[in-house]
């Protein structure tokens, strides 16, 4: 399976942008998929998540960013709005085979194949 992010680039604070993520390979809607970022210095962290058809949402993204999936399509996206500085990073998609238990949907540990990675600025 191979996953190639795109949609970042530099946006003003509140702004928003749009990533896309293409899977491709073998890719099964029973997949789980996921977005990460990583700030220079800081680990990966989590974003947000598509489990077994419903979302989940690191506490500081709720309602500002929505995770969605087409299966149809093999795409994963990530709608960012309302963007702040702090949101600077590079952003990942990643999926697992489908046997990413709940309680490990945060933790890139958990996913199998990852995407390279886009960058995100925001500027003040």
């Known amino acids: 399976v191979q996953l190639q992010a795109s949609g970042g680039g530099v946006v003003q604070a509140g702004g928003s942008l749009r990533l896309s993520c293409a899977a491709s390979g073998g890719t099964s809607s029973r997949y789980n998929v996921g977005w990460f970022r990583q700030a220079p210095g800081n680990e990966r962290e989590f974003v947000a998540a598509?489990?077994?058809?419903?979302?989940y949402y690191a506490d500081s993204y709720k309602g500002r960013f929505t995770i969605s999936r087409d299966n149809a399509k093999n795409m994963i996206y990530l709608q960012m709005n309302s963007l702040r500085p702090e949101d600077t990073a590079v952003y990942y998609c990643?999926?697992?085979?489908?046997?990413?238990?709940?309680?490990?949907?945060?933790?890139?540990?958990?996913?199998?194949?990852w995407g390279q990675g886009t960058q995100v600025t925001v500027s003040s």
């Open positions: 990643a999926a697992d085979r489908g046997t990413l238990i709940l309680s490990s949907i945060s933790l890139a540990r958990g996913y199998d194949y």
């Open positions: 598509v489990w077994r058809g419903r979302t």
